[in-house]
C-alpha cells in the first residue's frame, strides 16, 4: 500500500458513495486505475467493503454496555465467539489482556432489554463471571483513517 491508496482509502472512509471519477479527480488518477486499485485493496483485504453508518439509537438500540467475560477454565476464542456470536444484541467481542478473557460490546433497546441480553451472557456455560459498564455518553468515535499517524 502507497501514498495514493491511502489517499483513496481517506476519500472512501469520508464518503464510500464517491464515484471512482471523483476520487480520481482528488488523487490525480483516471477513473479506471482508481478502480484497479480499489479492487486490490478488496482482494488484499485492506478494504473489507462498503456500508451505510446508521445511528443505532436512530434503529431504537440506544442503550449500550461493555462487558467483561470472565469464563470457566480456558477457552479458546473461537468457542467464545460461538457462543455470544447467536446474542443478537452483542455487535462486538475481543479477546484482550488482563483478568478478564472478553470484553463484549452490547446494545439494546433500553435498560430492560440490556438486563436481559446480560442475563444470556450470564448463562452461557463457558461463563463463570462478568463485569458490566454501561455506556452514559459517547465522547469520540472515529473510522479509522490512513492519513493519521
Not at 22 to 32: D, M, N, Q, T
Not at 36 to 41: A, E, F, G
Not at 127 to 142: F, G, H, N
Amino acid at each position: 500500500m502507497n501514498t495514493l491508496d491511502q489517499r483513496i482509502i481517506s476519500c472512501l472512509v469520508a464518503n464510500a458513495r464517491s464515484s471512482y471519477a471523483e476520487i480520481g479527480k482528488v488523487v490525480g488518477l483516471s477513473a479506471p486505475a482508481v478502480k484497479r486499485r480499489v479492487d486490490r485493496l478488496l482482494e488484499t483485504g485492506v478494504l473489507r467493503g462498503f456500508t451505510a453508518v446508521v445511528d443505532p439509537e436512530a434503529l431504537g438500540w440506544g442503550t449500550e454496555a461493555f462487558v467483561e467475560v470472565h469464563c470457566r477454565g480456558n477457552v479458546a476464542p473461537a468457542r467464545i465467539r460461538a457462543r455470544l456470536e447467536p446474542l443478537p444484541e452483542v455487535v462486538a467481542a475481543y479477546t484482550v489482556s488482563g483478568a478478564a478473557d472478553a470484553i463484549v460490546h452490547l446494545r439494546a433497546a433500553d435498560i430492560h432489554h440490556l438486563e436481559t441480553a446480560l442475563e444470556r451472557v450470564r448463562g452461557l456455560e463457558i461463563v463463570d463471571r462478568t463485569v458490566s459498564t454501561v455506556v452514559l455518553s459517547t465522547l469520540l468515535e472515529r473510522p479509522p483513517n490512513p492519513d493519521r499517524t
